[in-house]
């Protein structure tokens, strides 16, 4: 399905970037595997054979215009992405080709749109920020239960995790983005962002069975209050995570995840709940699948091969609802992820 294509994966030797490897290839795609590190690209050769390295730098242009030579496009799986993002979109743009990143930060996935949106709409440039899990999965199915609805009062995404054994880079992360928020947490209310020094509020959410009622931590604020309003005009944007992972992801001591199957994956299970509310009607988007970390690579090579392939609705920054028909995007992922969608059972 590839048909041979070279994609480069800039943080390639990554938890993240090994499953998007691996993913591309199984896909057809020609992987080229990227990264500041060429002792760990080496070492990520020896475990794919024929795999090509390309050391490259944020803090060096010409390194990662060698990195990208000859791609269609680059996945950027190296964050934290406020260090990373930038630098990589301008060697996309210098190379002429679509630029994918898996970012949860929502402070860096701003800063995308708000610094290359023109300059990408001018070139006709694609960049599709947060094309993972967190961003990415929630505004496809917030796009797809809104179905005819161009607003609505609220959307709701209440993120059902058995756990949450966080990778390395998840923690740099959340701590790049505690430290950019000056200690505050945030949410997404009255259509715009909102940062708060008081507690996020603890509640009862009631996922669908078997999953059943649980207690989450509300305004456990993620990506998706950057990507759903970026295209959907909902002025309430909260997400919910269940207080067993939030407790696993702050706790210093928990274990990276472990592989469990011949695929890689973790033994952690997800129920993505999404509702969406418009004049007291409520629609509602299920997903279901395992392994945070190893769905988002599908999620990201899907979007690859729809933006080479023209399955694309518009150009610029955008996210995956703007920018994918969400219905049909997340039934090519059925094998990955199992899902229930409003018309469509
Ligand atoms: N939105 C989502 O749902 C989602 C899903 C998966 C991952 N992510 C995000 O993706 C990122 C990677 O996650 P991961 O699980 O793959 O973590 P990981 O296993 O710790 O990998 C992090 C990768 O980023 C690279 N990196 C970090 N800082 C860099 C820099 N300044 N320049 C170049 N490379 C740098 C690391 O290289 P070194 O080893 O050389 O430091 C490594 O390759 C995290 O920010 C995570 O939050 C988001």
């Known amino acids: 399905m590839g048909s041979g294509n070279t994609v480069a994966v800039f943080g390639a030797y990554g938890h993240t970037g090994r499953f998007v490897v691996a993913e591309l290839r199984d ?36 390194s990662l215009d060698r990195a ?18 930038a630098p990589v979109i301008e060697a996309a743009l210098r190379a002429g080709i679509p630029y ?25 440039a694609v960049i ?36 949450w054994h966080p990778t390395a880079g998840t923690r740099a992360a959340g701590d790049v983005s505690r430290s950019r928020r000056g200690g505050r947490r945030v949410r997404y209310a009255g259509g ?22 649980r ?36 706790a210093p ?17 997800f129920l993505v709940d999404v509702v969406v509310r418009s004049g007291g009607i409520e629609r509602r988007a299920v997903a279901r699948g395992q392994d945070i970390y190893a769905v988002t690579a599908p999620l990201a090579v899907e979007a690859v091969h729809r933006i080479l392939t023209g399955q694309t609705r518009t150009v610029g920054v955008a996210s995956a609802g703007a920018i994918f028909d969400a219905p049909e995007f997340l039934k090519a992922l059925s094998g990955r992820l199992s899902t229930e969608l409003p018309g469509r059972g």
């Not at 990208?68 to 993002?85: D, E, Q, S, W």
């Not at 994918?100 to 006709?124: K, M, P, Q, S």
């Not at 001591?253 to 299970?269: F, K, L, M, N």
């Open 215 to 250: 207690t989450v931590i509300g305004e456990f604020t993620m990506a998706d209050v950057v990507t759903v309003p970026s295209h959907l005009s909902v002025p309430e944007v909260r997400t919910y995570m269940t207080t067993e992972a939030a407790r696993e992801l702050a």
């Open 128 to 163: 599709v920020p947060a094309m993972a899990f967190y961003g990415g999965l929630g505004d496809l199915l917030a796009t797809a239960a809104m179905g005819d609805w161009t607003t609505a009062d609220e959307a709701h995404i209440a993120y059902g995790l058995s756990g």
């Open 27 to 62: 896909r057809g795609f020609v992987p080229v595997a990227s990264g500041r590190d060429a002792d760990k690209l080496r070492a990520l050769a020896e475990s794919e054979p024929g795999l090509d390295t390309r050391p490259a730098s944020v803090d060096d242009p010409a």
């Open 253 to 269: 001591d928990t274990p990276a995840p472990a592989a469990v199957d011949e695929h890689g994956r973790s033994a952690q299970t």
């Open 68 to 85: 990208l030579a000859g791609a269609v496009a680059v996945i950027n799986c190296a964050g934290p992405f406020a260090l990373t993002a």
């Open 192 to 213: 715009r962002l909102e940062y708060r020094d008081d507690t996020a509020p603890t509640l009862e959410w009631p996922f669908p069975d078997p999953m059943g009622t």
């Open 100 to 124: 994918v990143d898996v970012a949860a930060e929502i402070e860096a996935n701003l800063d995308t749109f708000t610094h290359f949106t023109d300059r990408a709409r001018a070139e006709g």
